[in-house]
């Protein structure tokens, strides 16, 4: 199997386990995870044996978002030319259902990784939130877009403008988890009804994903084009460099609204 250094990858009868494991960063989605990710949900996905994938953290954290410190000095200009995050496109492509177990932090990029997933099983310890307010940005990679149509306008406007944090009862009432369990049963339940998954017909499991997901395709395209570019121009701005550098430095940001 290949050698992987930022996840963990176990397969659990027809189900494909991928741990996210950069404990020190509280998994922030840096490059090298990133791609190691849609490596290993590419190749769960090109296998026979497997039916079904679930994508996991730790119990402190599924993902405490993009890694701040990888893109805090960059410019507008080097963000649109690196597009670093752009293989988390590559999830978009993976045919067999993906369901996400989520304990802890689920922030920013992290959460946008939750969002696309197919399903969520939620610890009754998760927190989902969209904090890139905070570091005088937006969120980049679905957060504008996938979480307004999961969870609708007035919760998502909170969510983006305001870094309202749902719990995870919430997060299940506006439709953002399909269930809430407790902490210690959270991997077991999604690895369940991913074997459940798993053991359907493939050919139909994967074309009801695909019209599943097509009623959200339309405009959504253009809103994601939308808001990355948005999300690259905000890196010539003094906010997000004080922004980021104040999570660095430990210390809150002086805005100047330039
Ligand atoms: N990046 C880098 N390091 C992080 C991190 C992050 N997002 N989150 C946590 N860490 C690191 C901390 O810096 C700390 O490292 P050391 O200081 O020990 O070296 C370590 O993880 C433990 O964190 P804390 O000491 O802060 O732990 P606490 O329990 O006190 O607090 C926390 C937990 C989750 C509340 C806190 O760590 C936090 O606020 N983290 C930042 C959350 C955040 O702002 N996330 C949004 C990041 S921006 C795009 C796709 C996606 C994105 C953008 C574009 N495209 C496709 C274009 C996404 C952007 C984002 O997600």
Redesign the pocket.
Known sequence: MTEYTSILVETHGRVGLIRLNRP???N??NTALIQELMAALEAFDADNDIGAMVVTGSE??FA???????MAEASAKE?HAR?H??P?DRILKIRKPVIAAVSG?C????N?LALSCDMLVAADTARFGQ??I??G?I???G?TQRLTRAVGKPVAMEMVLNNRTLTAQEALAYGLANRVVPVERCLEEALALAEEIAGRAPLAVQAAKRMVNQAFQAFLAEGLAEE?RT??DLFDTLDQKEGMRA??E?RKPEWKGE
């Open positions: 020190e960063a509280l922030a989605l402190k954290a405490a978002g993009a890694d701040i410190k990888e963000m597009d995050i752009a988390f932090w922030l920013g990029g992290g946008e904090p890139e905070n570091l940005v969120p980049g990679a957060g990355r999300f690259y999570f660095m430990k």
